[in-house]
Nanobody, 127 residues
């Protein structure tokens, strides 16, 4: 499967932005999906994850409350809504997927928990 992230750009602090991820190829498989981000000079960081059904969502402890993950229809699409953007949200946002019907995957917040990765979309927040 191929993952294509999009929707990034240059925004101002306080704005909201929605980034998207579309899976193509073997879309008949169920995918547990997640978002990670990597800021300049920093390690890859887990942001949020969502089960195939969309019934279960998981978020990083920090930052809290400003991110909303969701799935589209069809379920090969995934979104991350970011509210009240801050300069520290500047990063490349990556989507990832793992073939799974489960509502919980033990590696959901880890890079090794996913088998497929998109190329990332750049989000830059100006102050």
């Amino acid at each position: 499967v191929q993952l294509q992230a999009s929707g990034g750009g240059l925004v101002q602090a306080g704005d909201s932005l929605r980034v998207s991820c579309v899976a193509s190829g073997r879309t008949n498989n169920p995918y547990f999906m997640g978002w990670f981000r990597q800021a300049p000079g920093k390690d890859l960081e887990f942001v949020a994850a969502i089960s195939y059904s969309g019934d279960r969502t998981y978020y990083a402890d920090s930052p809290q409350g400003r991110f909303t993950i969701s799935r589209g229809d069809p379920k090969n699409t995934m979104y991350l809504q970011i509210h009240s953007l801050k300069p520290e949200d500047t990063a490349v946002y990556y989507c990832a997927a793992k073939i799974s019907l489960k509502n919980y995957e033990p590696g959901y917040s880890r890079e090794y928990g996913y088998d497929y990765w998109g190329q990332g979309t750049q989000v830059t927040v100006s102050s």
